[in-house]
């Protein structure tokens, strides 16, 4: 599985962007994605996670009322929508794959290069 991150930039605090994971693979709806974000001098951490159904997700409780992930498996896609951003969601941003939807980084096995977020006060 191959993953590409893409969507980041530079806005202001309060306002949105919609980050993109792009996946390779025929069997993307069997495989459970990943956001995870890493800040300057931080340990990387689970944002939110979406099972290869879409039926089941999960969010950091930083997140939980600001973002959601989506997935549309018909063009082997998986978004995070990001809303009231504030500075301390400034990091890189990483999908990743694996078969076990889980909140530590060991759940999974394909991890796409990061896209940078950063939030300006």
């Known amino acids: 599985v191959q993953l590409q991150a893409s969507g980041g930039g530079l806005v202001q605090a309060g306002d949105s962007l919609r980050l993109s994971c792009a996946a390779s693979g025929r069997t993307f709806n069997r495989i459970d994605i990943g956001w995870f974000r890493q800040a300057p001098g931080k340990a990387r951490e689970f944002v939110a996670g979406i099972s290869g159904s879409g039926g089941a997700f999960y969010y950091t409780d930083s997140v939980r009322s600001r973002f959601t992930i989506s997935r549309d498996n018909a063009k082997n896609m998986v978004y995070l929508q990001m809303n009231s951003l504030t500075p301390e969601d400034t990091a890189v941003y990483y999908c990743?794959?694996?078969?076990?939807?889980?909140?530590?980084?060991?759940?999974?096995?394909?991890w796409g290069q990061g896209t940078q977020v950063t939030v300006s006060s």
């Open positions: 990743a794959a694996g078969s076990v939807l889980g909140r530590m980084e060991t759940a999974y096995d394909y």
